[in-house]
């Protein structure tokens, strides 16, 4: 056995709660989802980290408005606080350099992550993952089986399909799902709510096309006056009320 597995589940001892945001397709707003579910839950006075687990294509600090910044290390190494969220990035490291990670390499870095972020004490700790239900997701599932997913989907004949399979993956593999969110809702189509009722899962409400929303990526204050910040703020609450 790895003897990093080990040192993972020391360095989320003091984690209640862990939250994966995921969707099996791409573009889906899992990272502006998962971003603003972190500041929503620190707003209400929890202790939050932010974990972005696309190595490639890191988006978190960018809709944080944090680039530049770099953590310290002792032992370890600290998230950066940014607007009272724990936030950790390969892009602290990296910066904007390509990540070209394939096979082995995607685990060996989530791993190593894992292994060296000290996380402390936290009530919820928010994962972003990369896009479909690939490498990263089975390894969440596999080295932090309590982890629970929250999955999005959106009410289109291209997603549909694969908030289905993912459903049922996540099923197969016992891993717990907290709900389902629809993004970019259309009225009148009710397909991903019902998906969740067959699946016996929560619908935890829809997030609409906020037109508003890109202006307001890189800079928190006034994300959290955006109408999608709003929605994500019920869900929080539903989540972790
Ligand atoms: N409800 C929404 N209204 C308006 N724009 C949105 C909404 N949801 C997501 N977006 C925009 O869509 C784009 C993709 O969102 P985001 O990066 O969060 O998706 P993702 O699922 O994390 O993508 P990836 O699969 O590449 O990680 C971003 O430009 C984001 O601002
Ligand atoms: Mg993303």
Do not use: C
């Amino acid at each position: 056995m790895d003897p990093r597995a080990a040192a993972v589940d020391d360095r989320l001892a003091g984690v209640d709660r862990i939250v994966a945001v995921t969707g099996s397709k791409g573009g889906i707003g899992k990272s502006v989802i998962s971003t603003s579910l972190a500041l929503a839950w620190a707003d209400e006075g929890r202790r939050v980290g932010l974990f972005d687990l696309d190595f490639t294509s890191p988006s978190d600090h960018v809709i944080l408005g944090a680039a530049g910044h770099f953590p310290a290390e002792d032992f370890g190494v600290d998230p950066l606080l940014i607007e009272g969220v724990r936030t950790m990035s390969v892009a602290f490291f990296s910066g904007e350099a390509a990540a070209p990670l394939r096979g082995g390499d995607v685990t060996n870095t989530l791993l190593e992550m894992l292994a060296i972020t000290r996380w402390g004490d936290l009530d919820i700790l928010v994962l972003d993952l990369p896009p479909g239900l690939g490498d990263i997701a089975l390894d969440v599932v596999r080295l932090v089986p309590r982890t629970e997913f929250l999955l999005l989907g959106a009410a289109s004949r291209v997603v549909i399909g694969s908030v289905r399979r993912a459903l049922r993956l996540l099923t197969e593999l016992q891993a717990p799902i907290v709900g389902v969110v629809e993004n970019l809702g259309r009225d009148g189509d009710d397909s991903v709510a019902e998906l969740a009722g067959q699946f016996g899962v929560p619908f935890l409400g829809v997030v609409p096309y906020d037109p508003g929303l890109e202006d307001a990526l890189g800079d928190p204050q006034r994300l959290r006056n955006t109408r999608l910040f709003g929605t994500v703020r019920g869900i929080a609450r539903s989540v972790a009320g």
